[in-house]
Protein backbone atom coordinates (compact mmCIF):
# COMPACT_ATOMS: atom_id res chain seq x y z
CA UNK A 1 0.00 0.00 0.00
CA UNK A 2 1.26 3.45 -1.10
CA UNK A 3 1.97 6.22 1.89
CA UNK A 4 -0.51 8.22 2.14
CA UNK A 5 0.40 12.03 0.25
CA UNK A 6 -0.33 15.45 2.79
CA UNK A 7 -1.37 18.33 1.50
CA UNK A 8 1.17 21.02 2.83
CA UNK A 9 1.49 25.37 2.76
CA UNK A 10 4.89 27.16 1.55
CA UNK A 11 6.07 29.96 1.27
CA UNK A 12 7.35 30.82 -2.14
CA UNK A 13 10.09 34.11 -3.14
CA UNK A 14 8.06 37.06 -3.82
CA UNK A 15 8.15 36.46 -7.78
CA UNK A 16 6.13 32.87 -7.03
CA UNK A 17 9.31 31.66 -9.33
CA UNK A 18 10.82 29.04 -6.52
CA UNK A 19 10.26 27.94 -2.74
CA UNK A 20 11.85 30.85 -0.64
CA UNK A 21 15.04 29.07 1.47
CA UNK A 22 14.34 29.03 4.86
CA UNK A 23 10.64 29.69 4.54
CA UNK A 24 7.70 28.75 6.20
CA UNK A 25 6.57 24.95 5.51
CA UNK A 26 3.32 23.49 6.71
CA UNK A 27 2.30 20.20 6.46
CA UNK A 28 -1.27 19.21 7.23
CA UNK A 29 -3.12 17.44 9.48
CA UNK A 30 -5.71 15.88 7.51
CA UNK A 31 -6.13 16.43 4.28
CA UNK A 32 -9.33 18.71 3.26
CA UNK A 33 -11.96 16.94 1.69
CA UNK A 34 -12.65 18.44 -1.14
CA UNK A 35 -11.09 21.73 -3.09
CA UNK A 36 -12.89 24.04 -5.37
CA UNK A 37 -11.13 26.46 -8.02
CA UNK A 38 -13.02 29.17 -9.56
CA UNK A 39 -12.10 31.22 -12.45
CA UNK A 40 -13.61 34.72 -12.95
CA UNK A 41 -13.04 36.86 -15.93
CA UNK A 42 -13.73 41.19 -15.11
CA UNK A 43 -16.29 41.96 -17.36
CA UNK A 44 -17.28 45.77 -17.62
CA UNK A 45 -19.93 47.67 -20.13
CA UNK A 46 -18.14 49.92 -22.62
CA UNK A 47 -18.66 53.61 -21.89
CA UNK A 48 -20.89 54.50 -24.09
CA UNK A 49 -22.10 51.37 -25.65
CA UNK A 50 -25.76 50.34 -26.05
CA UNK A 51 -27.13 49.15 -22.90
CA UNK A 52 -30.04 47.16 -24.64
CA UNK A 53 -27.42 45.04 -26.48
CA UNK A 54 -27.05 43.23 -23.25
CA UNK A 55 -23.94 40.82 -23.23
CA UNK A 56 -22.91 42.00 -26.63
CA UNK A 57 -22.11 45.13 -25.36
CA UNK A 58 -19.40 43.32 -22.81
CA UNK A 59 -15.88 43.48 -23.44
CA UNK A 60 -12.92 42.09 -21.30
CA UNK A 61 -11.10 44.32 -19.18
CA UNK A 62 -7.46 43.13 -17.50
CA UNK A 63 -6.46 39.77 -16.52
CA UNK A 64 -8.78 36.52 -14.98
CA UNK A 65 -8.51 35.26 -11.78
CA UNK A 66 -8.48 31.76 -10.04
CA UNK A 67 -9.10 30.96 -6.62
CA UNK A 68 -8.96 28.02 -4.45
CA UNK A 69 -10.74 27.43 -1.34
CA UNK A 70 -10.49 24.86 0.84
CA UNK A 71 -11.23 23.42 4.64
CA UNK A 72 -7.92 22.03 6.99
CA UNK A 73 -8.96 20.49 10.21
CA UNK A 74 -6.72 20.55 13.64
CA UNK A 75 -7.17 18.25 15.99
CA UNK A 76 -4.66 17.96 19.32
CA UNK A 77 -6.40 14.73 20.93
CA UNK A 78 -5.76 12.86 17.49
CA UNK A 79 -1.73 13.64 17.89
CA UNK A 80 0.73 10.99 18.15
CA UNK A 81 3.43 12.38 18.76
CA UNK A 82 4.91 16.09 19.49
CA UNK A 83 1.45 16.49 21.14
CA UNK A 84 0.40 20.21 22.05
CA UNK A 85 -2.39 21.06 24.68
CA UNK A 86 -3.72 24.18 22.57
CA UNK A 87 -5.00 24.07 18.74
CA UNK A 88 -3.56 27.54 18.05
CA UNK A 89 0.11 26.17 18.16
CA UNK A 90 -0.89 24.28 15.35
CA UNK A 91 -3.06 26.56 13.28
CA UNK A 92 -1.08 29.68 13.75
CA UNK A 93 1.60 28.31 11.40
CA UNK A 94 -1.13 28.46 8.82
CA UNK A 95 -2.10 32.08 9.77
CA UNK A 96 1.58 32.71 8.71
CA UNK A 97 0.21 32.67 4.90
CA UNK A 98 -2.16 35.17 5.92
CA UNK A 99 0.61 37.98 7.71
CA UNK A 100 1.60 40.82 5.04
CA UNK A 101 5.72 41.10 5.17
CA UNK A 102 8.04 43.87 4.18
CA UNK A 103 7.85 44.17 0.21
CA UNK A 104 11.81 43.16 -0.83
CA UNK A 105 11.45 45.91 -3.51
CA UNK A 106 9.87 48.87 -1.59
CA UNK A 107 10.60 48.05 2.30
CA UNK A 108 7.73 50.81 2.74
CA UNK A 109 4.88 48.50 1.51
CA UNK A 110 3.36 45.51 2.98
CA UNK A 111 2.49 42.02 1.17
CA UNK A 112 1.21 38.80 1.30
CA UNK A 113 3.56 36.16 1.23
CA UNK A 114 3.75 34.28 -2.10
CA UNK A 115 2.24 30.92 -1.04
CA UNK A 116 2.01 27.41 -2.84
CA UNK A 117 -0.53 24.97 -1.89
CA UNK A 118 0.48 21.55 -2.90
CA UNK A 119 -0.74 17.89 -2.41
CA UNK A 120 0.21 15.24 -4.87
CA UNK A 121 0.02 16.82 -8.04
CA UNK A 122 -2.33 19.39 -7.46
CA UNK A 123 -0.44 22.55 -7.14
CA UNK A 124 -1.58 26.03 -6.70
CA UNK A 125 -0.03 29.29 -6.34
CA UNK A 126 -1.51 32.69 -5.06
CA UNK A 127 -1.61 34.76 -2.06
CA UNK A 128 -4.21 33.85 0.99
CA UNK A 129 -7.29 36.04 0.51
CA UNK A 130 -9.15 35.08 3.08
CA UNK A 131 -8.95 32.90 6.47
CA UNK A 132 -11.61 32.26 8.74
CA UNK A 133 -10.54 29.89 11.61
CA UNK A 134 -13.37 27.95 13.68
CA UNK A 135 -12.34 27.03 17.60
CA UNK A 136 -14.89 23.75 18.12
CA UNK A 137 -13.63 21.79 21.17
CA UNK A 138 -12.09 23.23 24.44
CA UNK A 139 -10.48 21.20 27.50
CA UNK A 140 -11.33 21.50 31.16
CA UNK A 141 -9.06 24.54 31.44
CA UNK A 142 -10.45 26.08 28.49
CA UNK A 143 -7.83 25.58 25.97
CA UNK A 144 -9.11 24.58 22.76
CA UNK A 145 -8.44 21.46 21.48
CA UNK A 146 -9.74 21.11 17.89
CA UNK A 147 -10.48 23.75 14.98
CA UNK A 148 -11.00 24.39 11.66
CA UNK A 149 -9.54 26.65 8.88
CA UNK A 150 -11.45 28.24 5.83
CA UNK A 151 -8.31 29.49 3.37
CA UNK A 152 -8.82 30.96 -0.02
CA UNK A 153 -5.86 31.74 -2.08
CA UNK A 154 -6.23 33.73 -5.31
CA UNK A 155 -3.78 34.41 -8.32
CA UNK A 156 -4.09 37.24 -10.84
CA UNK A 157 -4.75 35.00 -14.31
CA UNK A 158 -6.08 32.08 -15.10
CA UNK A 159 -4.13 29.09 -13.97
CA UNK A 160 -4.00 25.68 -16.43
CA UNK A 161 -3.58 22.29 -15.13
CA UNK A 162 -0.06 20.79 -16.49
CA UNK A 163 0.11 16.85 -16.87
CA UNK A 164 2.82 14.91 -17.89
CA UNK A 165 2.27 11.67 -20.03
CA UNK A 166 -0.92 10.01 -21.38
CA UNK A 167 -2.65 9.65 -18.16
CA UNK A 168 -3.84 5.93 -18.76
CA UNK A 169 -4.16 3.58 -15.79
CA UNK A 170 -1.91 0.68 -16.76
CA UNK A 171 -3.86 -2.42 -15.93
CA UNK A 172 -3.48 -4.31 -12.34
CA UNK A 173 -3.96 -7.64 -11.43
CA UNK A 174 -7.27 -8.77 -10.63
CA UNK A 175 -8.93 -5.60 -12.82
CA UNK A 176 -9.28 -7.53 -16.23
CA UNK A 177 -12.49 -6.90 -17.60
CA UNK A 178 -15.07 -10.32 -17.52
CA UNK A 179 -18.22 -11.03 -19.87
CA UNK A 180 -21.39 -12.64 -18.82
CA UNK A 181 -22.83 -15.87 -20.44
CA UNK A 182 -26.18 -16.15 -20.96
CA UNK A 183 -28.14 -18.87 -21.17
CA UNK A 184 -27.22 -21.27 -24.71
CA UNK A 185 -23.47 -19.72 -24.29
CA UNK A 186 -20.53 -22.07 -24.82
CA UNK A 187 -16.76 -20.92 -24.40
CA UNK A 188 -16.34 -21.38 -28.12
CA UNK A 189 -19.35 -18.82 -28.89
CA UNK A 190 -18.56 -16.45 -25.91
CA UNK A 191 -14.80 -16.22 -27.11
CA UNK A 192 -15.90 -15.41 -31.13
CA UNK A 193 -18.13 -12.80 -29.92
CA UNK A 194 -15.24 -11.26 -28.34
CA UNK A 195 -12.73 -11.68 -31.45
CA UNK A 196 -10.85 -14.46 -29.65
CA UNK A 197 -10.35 -17.38 -32.13
CA UNK A 198 -8.35 -19.17 -29.35
CA UNK A 199 -11.25 -20.98 -27.11
CA UNK A 200 -9.15 -23.54 -25.95
CA UNK A 201 -6.99 -21.22 -24.02
CA UNK A 202 -10.37 -19.26 -22.81
CA UNK A 203 -11.16 -22.62 -20.99
CA UNK A 204 -7.82 -23.55 -20.05
CA UNK A 205 -7.49 -19.73 -18.22
CA UNK A 206 -10.58 -19.86 -16.55
CA UNK A 207 -10.91 -23.72 -15.52
CA UNK A 208 -14.00 -24.84 -17.60
CA UNK A 209 -13.82 -28.53 -18.68
CA UNK A 210 -17.11 -28.78 -20.21
CA UNK A 211 -17.00 -25.66 -23.37
CA UNK A 212 -20.50 -26.07 -24.27
CA UNK A 213 -22.20 -25.81 -20.85
CA UNK A 214 -22.04 -22.35 -19.47
CA UNK A 215 -24.24 -21.05 -16.57
CA UNK A 216 -26.04 -18.47 -16.82
CA UNK A 217 -24.05 -15.36 -16.04
CA UNK A 218 -21.35 -17.19 -15.44
CA UNK A 219 -17.92 -14.55 -16.04
CA UNK A 220 -15.06 -15.52 -17.81
CA UNK A 221 -11.69 -13.68 -19.09
CA UNK A 222 -11.90 -13.91 -22.99
CA UNK A 223 -9.06 -12.02 -23.67
CA UNK A 224 -7.08 -15.47 -22.59
CA UNK A 225 -4.41 -16.70 -26.15
CA UNK A 226 -1.93 -19.49 -26.44
CA UNK A 227 1.30 -17.73 -26.80
CA UNK A 228 3.96 -20.23 -26.21
CA UNK A 229 5.11 -23.42 -28.37
CA UNK A 230 3.17 -26.53 -28.36
CA UNK A 231 5.79 -29.67 -27.92
CA UNK A 232 4.28 -33.37 -28.31
CA UNK A 233 0.78 -32.84 -29.61
CA UNK A 234 -1.69 -33.40 -26.77
CA UNK A 235 0.93 -34.33 -24.43
CA UNK A 236 3.03 -31.37 -24.45
CA UNK A 237 2.81 -28.25 -22.26
CA UNK A 238 0.32 -25.71 -23.00
CA UNK A 239 0.88 -22.10 -22.18
CA UNK A 240 -1.45 -19.26 -22.36
CA UNK A 241 -2.15 -15.57 -20.85
CA UNK A 242 -4.63 -16.98 -18.16
CA UNK A 243 -3.60 -19.39 -15.51
CA UNK A 244 -0.93 -21.74 -16.61
CA UNK A 245 -2.39 -25.23 -17.38
CA UNK A 246 0.48 -28.35 -17.91
CA UNK A 247 -1.42 -31.26 -19.78
CA UNK A 248 0.15 -34.09 -17.89
CA UNK A 249 1.64 -37.05 -20.03
CA UNK A 250 -0.52 -40.22 -20.09
CA UNK A 251 1.25 -43.43 -18.91
CA UNK A 252 -0.84 -46.95 -19.80
CA UNK A 253 -3.70 -47.91 -16.58
CA UNK A 254 -2.73 -44.24 -15.61
CA UNK A 255 -4.77 -40.83 -15.91
CA UNK A 256 -3.21 -37.84 -14.76
CA UNK A 257 -5.37 -34.32 -14.47
CA UNK A 258 -3.52 -30.80 -13.46
CA UNK A 259 -6.33 -28.22 -12.09
Known amino acids: MSELVKARLIELEQDFKKEKSGGQTVEVQFNPETLKVTFANQLVQPQGGDQAAGNTGRQFVG??????????????????????????????????????????????????????FVWGSFLFDGIVEGLEESLEFFGADGKPLRASINLTLSQQKILVSEFKGDGR??????????????????????????????????????????????????????????????????????????????????????????N
Do not use: Y
Not at 87 to 112: E, G, N
Not at 182 to 191: H, K, N, T
Not at 220 to 237: C, K, M, N, W
Open 63 to 116: AGTTKLALTLWFDVTAMTENAVDDVRRLTQKVIFFMTPTKDQKDKKKMVAPATR
Open 169 to 258: VPSSPGQAPLSAARSGDSVQSLAAANGNPDWKAVAAANGIEDSLRLRPGQLLDVRARTFGPSFGGSGGPTFSTGTPTIAAPQLPGLKFSV
